[in-house]
Structure formats: structure tokens, C-alpha cells
């Protein structure tokens, strides 16, 4: 099986389930994620937008989300936006599950697998902005293939994202961020938008903080923000 293959089946993440679910967690599973999920198996509407039930402005996709911190922040802050959230880990999506039913928001939609197959199935030069934020940095240099910013997944959000739209990625690990940073400025459709050192040493101002992003400042690592902008 090729490396392409091997990342397609789950290789750019590792475990899926965790602790135990709640009893209120795996009911959601049941009620509340099958009206929520975006069904990739079929033909993807021309404009995403027409996933959610109100009009949105635009739509936005988070690859990765965690415990659904940022997504949640961004959608409750952002009404008119849709978002795409993609989360193959179970406990994280039982943690977004339950704060978009206390919030009774409207304006997400998730993915419970693979952030490539929603990548691909997304028409071509419809969504304005990807966050990747604090992805699995696998730092032992043997799985560094399995890496999310790769060759192919850069063509993934160049062809999804609209000229003009932004790839948001964020990570603790220097050696992932100098990765990401090498990979998207040698590649022709994206340009780094940093200006000033600050740039990248802070979080561009609507942040929402995520509990890695707080683990790694406890621990000591300081993280990196970098923003490039489709061309």
C-alpha cells in the first residue's frame, strides 16, 4: 500500500476512541450527529452553504478540531458563518456534540472521519478559510509521512479553498511548524502572510484557545501561528 493509501486510512491520526462515553455522549451519537453530519457519499451541493438551515456568509472548515474549543468559540461568535468541523477522534466528537446541543447552534456541521475525504468531496473554490490547529506532530522522524501538510493535501485545500481564502495552521512542535512553513511557501498557489515576527508569535486576534494550545504553554512550548492566503 502506498504512503497516499496509508494516509487516506486514517494514518494522519491515531487513536479513535479514548475514555468511555457518557450516557448523554453516545445518545447524541444516535439523535443529534446523524442531522448534523455531512454525507459524503453523495454529490456535494455547489454551495456548501446550502448544508446549514439558515443563510451563511460564508463557510469555513476545521481539520482536527480536539475537544471543539475553537470550533465552538468561532461558531458562537460567528452566526452568519457556517462551519465544517472534521474529527475522526470519537471522545472529541462527543465533546462538540454536547456544546452544539447546550448552544443550540445552527450554523456547524461535522464530519466523524478523515479530514481528506470531506477535502475532496468539497467543490472546487467554495470555502473561505481551513484552520489546522495543533495537528498530531508525530515528531519521531519515521512517521513524519504521516504528517497532515503534505504534498497532496496542500493540492486538497488549494483546489477547496477560493482565491483569496486563508489555510490557518497552528502547532506547538518547531520542527512541524518549520515543515508547514517549508511546504506552503515553496507551494505556488499560497502565500505566507506574515509581515513581522509577531505574525507568527501570536494568535491572529479572533483566536479561540484550544486546551492543547494551554498544555503546551504549561509544558513550556511555545507555539507558532501561521496564516497563508490562497493566491
Known amino acids: 500500500m502506498s504512503d497516499e493509501q496509508n494516509q487516506r486510512h486514517g494514518a494522519f491520526f491515531g487513536r479513535r476512541i479514548g475514555h468511555p462515553l457518557r450516557a448523554r455522549q453516545a445518545g447524541l451519537f ?81 464530519h466523524h472521519a478523515d479530514a481528506v475525504e470531506l477535502l475532496d468531496w468539497l467543490p472546487a473554490a467554495s470555502i473561505g478559510r481551513i484552520d489546522l490547529l495543533y495537528p498530531d506532530p508525530w515528531p519521531k522522524r519515521r512517521h513524519w509521512k504521516r504528517r497532515f501538510v503534505t504534498e497532496g493535501n496542500i493540492a486538497r485545500l488549494a483546489r477547496a ?40 508569535r501570536k494568535p491572529w486576534p479572533e483566536f479561540s484557545g484550544t486546551r492543547y494550545e494551554a498544555k503546551a504553554k504549561r509544558e513550556g512550548r511555545v507555539p507558532c501561528y501561521l496564516i497563508f492566503r490562497r493566491r
Open 30 to 110: 444516535e439523535t443529534l450527529l446523524p442531522r448534523l453530519a455531512v454525507d459524503v457519499s453523495k454529490p456535494a451541493p455547489e454551495n456548501p452553504g446550502t448544508l446549514f438551515p439558515s443563510a451563511v456568509d460564508d463557510v469555513h472548515v476545521e481539520i482536527g478540531f480536539g475537544g471543539a474549543e475553537h470550533l465552538m468559540g468561532r461558531a458562537t461568535a460567528n452566526p452568519r458563518i457556517g462551519f465544517i468541523g472534521a474529527e475522526p477522534f470519537v471522545n472529541g466528537m462527543a465533546k462538540a456534540l454536547a456544546a452544539i446541543d447546550d448552544a443550540k447552534l445552527t450554523n456547524v456541521r461535522l
Open 161 to 200: 479553498l477560493r482565491p483569496g481564502g486563508e489555510f490557518r495552521f497552528a502547532s506547538d512542535w518547531p520542527n512541524y511548524a518549520e515543515w508547514a512553513l517549508a511546504r506552503l511557501t515553496h507551494a505556488e498557489d499560497f502565500m505566507w502572510t506574515a509581515a513581522r515576527a509577531d505574525d507568527w
